[in-house]
């Protein structure tokens, strides 16, 4: 299976190595490495919607996990085959692989399609798992790093793994006296221990820097490291003081959890550095007053016309993020805006460089929140928004001439915020794209599109906005020009080719190229392409008022509501397909919708004291005279035909917050773990956090607050989302914020509005809109006993496009029976009901 997040080797020219850090390496003296292991393929799949398999978790969440040794029986696979656990040694550059005589299945050889390159672990793969263990003389902490992994079991305590083999991802563990066991999710892993002779560490190898920029004031620039916490108790009163050409920026930095790391943001001065080129910046941590820790980073300085990053605070979490920016040769009248997607493995820094300053546009890269992140969906679909509206504002282009183009995962990128916002661009340009994830070969999909169980059908149906083919209609009015190479062998040109098929017969405005003999990546006119920014040049948006016919599809008002002067606000049936096909004149507007309870017209463009009538779906008229030149006019459907109503209240749904569970991730949001159940259940209500708080830093450098359950207020966390880890019977804030919830756990007991189901091994994520807050959601991780709790812990509503629904109940037995361990899944009604 194709790999989408695969480092192309013609990218390595768009990786930025210019921010390249000294943090001084371990001491090997203090370092344990790996070198002996078992492997065991377990046969676990985590795919891109809510349900996964993973028979070692269960065992492990069951205590039924028997002790690897060599040669002993794990289980059966699906065929009725034996898996047995079997040696690997690491090979010269550590990694623990199985040899090419690696055989499974009780001594017959792999089969088709696994071979040792498949074994490796990954987001989203993972079939195997690898048992390491260490024996330590005390109990002591260490810094676990392991590369190429998807997750890690450190006795028994889940935490995130380094997938894509970066090396940035430090855990800090503790050793318990005597043997420690760890299983790996992944074969084919290097894995090592460091011993740290402080209990507080500074980590620069994985940077957010801006540029100075020169001829600039540069006086109050942003950057952010990580701070490692090896103690037992939580940091606080933590200061950082950067020292660059003789000028200090001290800032108070936040609490740093015990046993964990946090992504932290500091201040620098960057006035005095007046030439080019890589200039050390000095960071010096303290405590109070005392030295704990100090580090040094390089950051780079550019000339006026140079290529530069630039940082910015992030509303989703409050973390510190960045674009790049590649300016125009001239700096005078309205210039046009091109906003770059970059491929997988990709920095935004690096994919700004491929560009040649253009005279009549700015070109900016977003980040996708990492090089790998999510696709552009989800939280990169919110980081390429977030960008775009930063440049709107920074750079003030010409409104007319807005563009998007990007390469490889950059390309599906710029297929699906195309047709996802296709108000927001003149035109697009997918350069070597693929449509979708799920046609690209990287959805691994544990439910099979053909499920004819509801309940999965529902999970399905949560990723309906992903699914770009159904959203071609949204092109019409968009010029598209696909560029592709005809030899690329990573996404082959036959997706430009189905692309172009597609589009034939529906889009009126295309341009289609293949480069000949053109491989994945044949250099910066791989997407620095002269004819595509010429197709850009000959096109400029309409306004409003010129705009007299709409075809809009979405399937997640949350996420896509507007096509010009129309918002479809509300769905009959949340989350499947909604059309619009509308026309107006200059005393009528007419038209079709689908799926569709809420309708938003404005009708600017009417002038004042005109008589219009609204015709929809051929059901009668409705009549309505504008007051003035800004009128909104709301519109319903319901048994009776459509009426004119109130806006819809911000306690409903709508496009300002339309549910799904990942809705809560968003917003600022904060981690809450209870502290009112037992020891065990707080331990893991604890560690899931933990858990989820290193998973969103590796995959969307973040930064998240994690507070205890007393900690938290409506009040001081007013309009931010919420994480809660917990039920009603262990979590303080649970009666805070979901006293008015149709779904209640309990121990032992979970109810979704009539329904219940009883046992200490069930769990459920779902989501619920918070009281007094028009935006802000909680998103519930929760189980009725400590199997439930466990069942709860795997986080694949991380993985881009992955779909989550409303709500959704599991048993443990999930983990051997994937959608057949589902209890119940659903969304709620516009109003916040269970649906009858």
Request: hydrophobic residues 35%; charged residues 20%; positive net charge.
């Amino acid at each position: 299976m194709r790999n989408l997040y695969l480092t192309f080797l013609g990218f390595l020219l768009l990786i930025d190595c210019t921010l390249a850090q000294v943090s001084p390496a371990p001491n090997p003296a203090n370092t344990y490495q790996f070198k002996n292991g078992l492997v065991a393929l377990t046969g676990s799949r985590y795919g891109r919607e809510a349900v996964y398999t993973d028979p070692l978790a269960y065992q492990l969440y069951t205590s039924t996990l028997r002790q690897p040794k060599e040669g002993s029986l794990f289980g059966m696979n699906e065929q009725g085959q034996e898996i047995r656990w079997q040696t690997v040694t690491a090979d010269s550059l550590n990694r623990l692989r199985p040899s090419s005589a690696f055989r499974v299945n009780g001594g017959a050889p792999a089969g088709p399609g696994v071979t040792t390159g498949s074994l490796r672990g990954g987001l989203g793969s993972g079939g195997g798992y690898t048992y390491l263990t260490y024996e330590a003389r005390k109990e002591q902490v260490a810094i676990l790093n392991i590369r190429g992994n998807s997750n890690v079991y450190v006795n028994g305590e889940l935490h995130m793994g380094d997938a894509y083999s970066m090396g940035y991802l430090h855990i800090p563990v503790k050793l318990r006296k005597g043997l420690n066991e760890l299983y790996v999710r992944g074969v084919g892993v290097s894995a090592s221990l460091v011993f740290p002779d402080k209990a507080v560490l500074l980590r620069t190898d994985d940077p957010t820097l801006p540029s100075i920029r020169l001829g600039e004031p540069n006086t109050s620039l942003q950057g952010a490291v990580v701070v490692i916490n090896t103690t037992n108790g939580r940091l606080t009163g933590l200061q950082l003081t950067s020292q660059l050409g003789g000028r200090e920026v001290t800032v108070e930095l936040p609490a740093i959890p015990a046993l964990s790391s946090r992504k932290v943001v500091f201040g620098f001065d960057g006035s005095a550095i007046k030439t080019a080129g890589s200039h050390t910046c000095g960071l010096l941590l303290r405590q109070q007053g005392k030295r704990l820790e100090q580090a040094s980073i390089a950051v780079e300085a550019v000339g006026p016309g140079a290529s530069y990053s630039k940082t910015f605070i992030s509303a989703i979490d409050g973390s510190l993020q960045y674009y790049s920016v590649t300016p125009p040769t001239s700096g005078t009248g309205a210039a046009a805006l091109f906003l770059s997607v970059h491929g997988a493995g990709v920095e935004a820094s690096g994919q700004a460089r491929a560009y040649k300053s253009k005279a009549w546009g700015t070109l900016v890269a977003a980040t996708n929140r990492r090089p790998r992140g999510f696709n552009w969906e989800d939280w990169g679909r919110l980081d390429a928004l977030e960008v775009l509206d930063l440049a709107r504002k920074q750079f003030k282009p010409d409104p007319t001439r807005i563009y998007l183009t990007g390469h490889s995962m950059g390309g599906h990128g710029t297929w699906f915020l195309g047709a996802t916002y296709p108000d927001k661009w003149v035109a697009i340009a997918p350069c070597a794209g693929y449509p979708t994830l799920k046609e690209y070969g990287s959805a691994d999909g544990v439910i099979p599109d053909t499920s004819r169980n509801p309940l999965e059908q529902t999970l399905l149906r949560a990723g309906n906005q992903s699914d770009v083919l159904k959203l071609t209609t949204n092109y019409k009015p968009v010029g598209v020009y696909i560029f592709h190479g005809d030899a690329d062998r990573t996404v082959p040109v036959s997706y430009a080719r189905q692309m172009r098929k597609l589009l034939g017969s529906t889009q009126p405005d295309m341009s289609y190229y293949e480069y000949p003999g053109g491989s994945h990546w044949f250099g910066d006119h791989s997407v620095d392409w002269p004819p595509l920014f010429d197709y850009f040049r000959w096109h400029q948006r309409l306004a409003d008022s010129l705009v007299n016919t709409i075809d809009f599809t979405t399937a997640n008002p949350g996420i896509s509501a507007s096509f010009r002067w129309a918002s479809i606000e509300q769905q009959s049936q949340p989350l499947l397909y909604s059309r619009i096909q509308l026309s107006r004149t200059d005393r009528a507007i007419t038209g079709k919708t689908t799926n569709v309870t809420q309708l938003k017209l404005a009708l600017d463009d009417f002038g004042t004291d005109t008589r219009l009538t609204i015709t929809l779906d051929s059901l009668p008229a409705l009549d309505y005279q504008t007051r003035s030149s800004h009128d909104t006019l709301h519109v319903r459907k319901d048994t009776n035909g459509w009426r004119i109503v109130p806006p819809a209240s911000l306690a409903h749904k709508g496009p300002h917050r339309y549910g799904t569970f990942k809705d809560g991730f968003n917003h600022n949001m904060v981690f809450v773990y209870s502290t009112r159940g037992t020891k065990e259940e707080n331990d893991w209500s604890w560690q899931k956090a933990r858990y989820d708080a290193e998973t969103w830093y590796y995959r969307g450098n973040g930064s998240v607050d994690i507070i205890p359950d007393t900690d938290f207020s409506l009040v001081t966390h007013a309009n931010r989302g919420v994480i809660l880890f917990g039920n009603a019977n262990t979590n303080a804030a649970w009666s805070l914020l979901l006293a008015d919830s149709p779904i209640q756990v309990q121990r032992n007991r979970i109810q979704v509005g009539g329904q219940q189901w009883q046992g200490d091994d069930l769990a459920t994520y779902f989501v619920w809109p918070i009281k007094g807050s028009a935006t802000a959601s909680v998103a519930v991780v929760s189980g009725t006993g400590l199997k439930g709790m466990k069942a709860a812990l795997a986080n694949q509503y991380f993985a881009g496009a992955s779909g989550f629904p409303d709500y959704m109940v599991f048993g443990l037995d999930m983990l051997l029976k994937g959608g057949e361990g589902l209890k119940t899944a659903g969304f709620f009604t516009n109003e916040w009901q269970l649906i009858p």
